[in-house]
């Protein structure tokens, strides 16, 4: 394999295992898609869908002034870096997530309609039924060119029975991807796990799990990686470096964070869900795969739950032992709206870990960032009042040229979310006229 001729679909190769490559100058050409820009080899589009349940302090959230003339809010202001690399979208609604009749579960419909636009069924048996979600539209599209079709990832198992939300079935908020009516995905929790879908391939695929737990998937292309590296130009690589050290750095962490013994709680401490010491981390190597599957092409499309939908977790790491649904029930109160604010903050924190990370790698004549769409919010607004219009929404990267970002857009009341996600399909080239309860692609998103 001759650097001239090196294949974008070129992968590193061992027993059972392949390591997919970020893009290197001896691929060719690599320019972003955008209409003023040549088309001789374009960065792929990504979407993807971060999900963080119980709604939003909406004081604390939502921008004072439109356009690009605005200030951060206080749970915003994690994310002062990255400002112009991403807008807030007030307005949005996600009317299917509302009762029709049906009396409680707001969690579960707030989960259940984010992404799908449709109103689940209310059973807690085996008779689900919602829609097919939007990130799944996209993974239809191109199956058959992607390793991954899409993945689906978090940090709380996804439950397939029992009841989790008057009358719910915990399928419904626990489960943010939907390929069917009545078939969720769900969600990967583990890593390692995640790491090894995406990297074990063929017949050899078992036995090189049981070889890949014992040793770093790194050791098993290492020959590949020499050969490689002795046919490329200085720059290529320096990347190829770059990309095996935040590989191999992915793996430390995991082997570190799978060997670290649990931490106990003091005696009068109330028992949190979870492992709240562990929680940044977990957060953090689930973004790092994400990342990894983008800056790879291993797949294009990712759904991301930061928690299952009316999550009771800790956040003991920030002082907070109550839970985050019961401190969102806060009745207006100051000390429990405080609180909640800062377990929102403690959630954008995470989020500008993730996009300082892709603005971080280079990609042609941009980042990872740039050739990306991310989706962050929630299918509540106010924990309290589990109303489902003015949604706390977040959109992040340039689309790959595609989206001016760094503003506050505010839309009509009652604007469907469902006309961002049929947006986002549009600029990954998937057209239509309608999806779930949409009455059209966003407008000024292009500015």
Partial sequence: MSAQSLSRRAVLRGLGVSLALPWLEAMGPFTAWAEDKPKTSAAPNRMAFVYVPNGKNMADWTPTKEGADFELPAILEPLKDVKGEFSILTGLTADKARSYGDGGGD??????AFLTGAHPRKTDGTDIRLGISADQVAAARMAGDMRLASLEIGCDKSSMAGDCDSGYSCVYSSNMSWKSATQPNPKEVNPKLVYERMFTTGNDGQRALEGARRKSLLDLVGQDVKDLSGKLGSVDKRKLEEYVSSVRDIEVRMDRAAKLPPVKPPEDYPKPTG????????????SDMMVLAFQTDVTRVCTYMFANEGSNRAYSMINI????????????SPEKM????????????????????????KEG???LLDHCMIAYGSGNSDGDRHNHDDLPVLLAGGGCGTIKQGRHLKYAKNTPINNLWQSMLGRMKIDLDKFGDSTGQLANLAG
């Fill in 275 to 286: 492992i709240p010491e562990s929680y940044e981390e977990h957060l953090r190597l689930m």
């Fill in 107 to 112: 969690h579960a419909r707030a989960l259940a």
């Fill in 365 to 367: 004549d941009g980042t």
């Fill in 321 to 332: 032992k109550e839970g985050h649904h019961e401190l969102s029930h806060h009745g207006r």
């Fill in 338 to 361: 405080a609180k909640i604010r800062d377990i929102n903050k403690f959630h954008t924190t995470q989020l500008a870990y993730l996009l300082k990370k892709l603005k971080s790698i």
